[in-house]
């Protein structure tokens, strides 16, 4: 008995869609059970490059334009900066000062100040150091001093907060200064004391430990 053509292409599209079906939950056993065999903590699947940062030449072509622009004694008024910075501790604006007194233009010695790698924090603090050991000033005063040397208000609170300092020995070094002088009563020492930014506390302690 002869089958129908029409049945026999219904049957092998039938047969090709289930082989079809096969394939594909054959290959998503697969791939699960290639999952399954990963480590937990396995990158395998999604490899991710770190970018790495661009070097950029703003930095280098700003340095060099400030050099053009500074003139031929631009590495000169440099070097002299750096001098001073390691010898003396000056604050950026009494450094540029120098310079301009040393006869440097102003291109020259913004350039050498701007360039050069200080610490302008640390030198006020060894500038307060410098102050307290050689010429002992109270809270107050060495923090004018510092301002008057220019560090900036934030550089000048550092150094005064760092310092640990004694201020009432620093009361009565100078009390025993003016006392040594021979003209100073007791009671205009300690006037001078306060003047001089010292607390009540600190002038109190100076008189009451003066030599009789």
């Known amino acids: 008995m002869s089958v129908p053509s029409q049945n026999i292409v219904l049957g092998g599209i039938v047969a090709l869609s289930f082989v079809a079906l096969s394939l594909t939950a054959c290959s998503s056993v697969d791939q699960e059970d290639a999952a399954k065999a990963l480590p937990e903590d396995s990158n395998t699947s999604i490899v991710m490059h770190e970018q790495l940062p ?20 631009a590495q000169e008024a440099l070097a002299i900066a750096v001098d001073y910075d390691e010898r003396s501790p000056l604050s950026k604006a009494g450094l540029y000062g120098q ?13 050498a100040v701007d360039t050069m790698s200080a610490d302008w924090q640390g030198n006020a603090l060894r500038s307060a150091l410098d102050h307290d050991t050689y010429a002992p000033l109270s809270e107050s005063g060495l923090y004018d001093q510092l301002i008057y040397e220019e560090f900036t208000p934030e550089q000048t609170q550092y150094a005064v907060d760092t310092i640990d300092a004694d201020w009432d020995a620093n009361a009565l070094s100078i009390a025993l200064e003016y006392q040594s002088g021979g003209q100073v009563s007791e009671s205009g020492i300690y006037d ?3 003047y001089e930014g010292f607390t009540p506390e600190q002038a109190s302690y100076a008189i009451a430990n003066l030599a009789g």
């Open 54 to 73: 661009q070097t950029s030449s703003q930095d280098t072509t700003s340095v060099a334009a400030a050099a053009a622009a500074a003139g031929a004694g």
């Open 192 to 194: 001078q004391l306060i």
């Open 99 to 111: 310079l301009i007194y040393q006869g440097f233009t102003s291109n020259q010695a913004q350039y």
